[in-house]
């Protein structure tokens, strides 16, 4: 089954306290992104990668880092959190297909900053 | 820069009618897609339909069709026959022309929350 994977799918942390969420698609896709989901903002993406060790700012990137080492895993660092940080978390992967594109999003990550 | 509009924030629909949820974007680029997703209360990101902006026809998935009118840079989703499963959040988004860096970076829209009532 075609699917991208986000661990962990909720988490309370204390602000300063440094974490990882990963991602991981199995779909093979080239293209992988992180969003943020706040109320009255719809989503906003955070970093993107074109490929393995190829990353880039999105429109939100300050207080995040990524790394692509490997195709398959994209995953979103907080060095620091802090409670502006508190949200909903996206990854997204897409490749093209053969009629159009299709991009597919993991279950999301429920971030509480205290 | 690109911009999606949704300005219907929420819509109450009885169930079997159809439903027509507004989507407007703009761009000055002449390639472009642009997609509907669900987001029911779970959660999660539903991948709906996707419209690219060289398609001659508008798409079609099941009871979802996109109402693709390029001149008025509109997108709008119609959902045929709603069932009550169909109750959710529901967002527009845009995606840059290929072949440049970050291209398929989505803009998404506010959203519009759709109630279809029994």
């Known amino acids: 089954e075609a699917q991208v994977t986000q661990n962990p799918r909720y988490l309370i942390t204390v602000t300063g306290k440094k974490l990882t969420v990963t991602c991981s698609q199995n779909m093979n896709h080239e293209y992988m992104s992180w969003y943020r989901q706040d109320p009255g903002l719809g989503l906003r993406q955070i970093y993107y990668s074109m490929n393995v060790e190829v990353t880039d700012k999105g429109d939100v990137p300050e207080g995040y880092k990524v790394s692509r080492k490997e195709k398959r895993n994209f995953p979103l660092i907080l060095e620091s959190p802090s409670p502006n940080q508190t949200s909903l978390y996206f990854c997204?992967?897409?490749?093209w297909g053969g009629g159009g594109e299709t991009q597919y999003f993991g279950p999301g990550t429920r971030l509480l900053v205290l | 820069a690109q911009k999606i509009t949704q300005t219907q924030p929420g819509m109450f629909v009885q169930e079997k009618e159809a439903v027509t949820l507004d989507c407007t974007y703009d761009t000055s680029d002449p390639s472009y897609g642009l997609f509907w997703y669900k987001q029911p209360s779970s959660g999660e990101m539903i991948f709906l339909i996707y419209?690219?902006?060289?398609?001659?026809q508008n798409a079609t998935e099941g009871r979802y069709s996109l109402n693709f009118q390029k001149a008025r840079k509109s997108a709008n989703l119609v959902i045929s026959a709603s069932q009550l499963g169909d109750s959710a959040m529901y967002f527009c988004a845009m995606r840059g022309p290929d072949l440049i860096q970050g291209a398929q970076k989505l803009v998404f829209g506010q959203g519009t929350r759709l109630t279809i009532n029994p």
């Open positions: 997204a992967s897409s490749s």
């Open positions: 419209q690219g902006s060289y398609d001659q």
